[in-house]
């Protein structure tokens, strides 16, 4: 079963300035997720990698350009 959407997408690094785009592996990776529980998405309008799902009980997962990949259950 999924229980997140990885969304790739652009950040500003805090520690050079510089744009860098961070895939949806990636975005998995940093919040250490299972791969197996993600569904993937390249960018926010790629509508169709989550085409028929029901996302309501689902997670969004997106690059944090301050780094602090955590879960909202892990910042209470």
Known sequence: M???IAVGGHVTSRNDGQDHYISPSQVCRCYKVPPSECVFMNHADDFMAV?????????WLHPD??????LAEEMS
């Open 2 to 4: 999924k229980k997140y």
């Open 51 to 59: 085409a028929g799902l029901d996302t309501s009980e689902m997670i």
């Open 65 to 70: 350009p301050t780094g602090e990949y955590l």
